[in-house]
């Protein structure tokens, strides 16, 4: 079939309308995945607001209901378990790539623990050589935000994970790893424990406005396949 357009031929292909309607679509999809993204991080975002005027929120020895902690001011206190301390890997600071150190807290007065996100450390010149870290011996004082879980990144591999690396850090796995009874959340740690790490976590917020830049990429290349379909569905008589 060929139409007449502004007095030059357009004859569209059915192949190329089938990639510019499956390019759309999946640009419009994505798009609509990363605004919804965007929603959820600000009501994330509005919670902890909420939530940071409140109480803090002692976390005991005693197994607990995550529902009544999630997103609250927390504190505990108790000793590190250094020798279980995992890294999580590809965290990026300041335009720098470095790690997440993961160390569960012995809580005070019991055998339960609990998880605490520690904070930030740079990685080295070798990625086959992670960094050392200093773990503050004693009891401890640790004040945070409880989360009841870490976001997740995208894996190479399937499996438990393996080493004092991982990719990403679920509660399960880390219970199997270690053998430790666990309290069902991460403490996200606020306060100073004289250890140098960087403790300057990323608002959701900011996070949104990330997701809602990448919605509008989705969305340019939604519109970009059909643009591109229309011009090249427009033919030079030479093309016939």
Known sequence: MMLTVFGKPFRPTWWGFALALAGCAAG???GNWQLRRAEERRA???SLAAAQRGPVLDIPASAIDPGDYALHRVEARGEFVAAQTILLENKIRNGRLGYEVIT???IARGTMHVLVNRGWVAAGPRLDQPPQ???PAGEQHIEGI???????ALEAGSGP???????????DDFRAASGLALQPLVVEQHS???DGLLRDWPHADSRARTNEMYAMQWYSLAALSLILFTVLSFRR???H
């Open 28 to 30: 419009v999809a994505l």
């Open 146 to 152: 409880a989360l009841e879980r870490l976001p997740q």
């Open 104 to 106: 569960p807290l012995r």
């Open 237 to 239: 008589d030479s093309d």
């Open 161 to 171: 994970p393996q080493g004092r690396v991982w990719q990403n850090l679920r509660l």
């Open 44 to 46: 994330v975002e509005t």
């Open 133 to 135: 870290i200093v773990t």
């Open 192 to 194: 100073d424990s004289g």
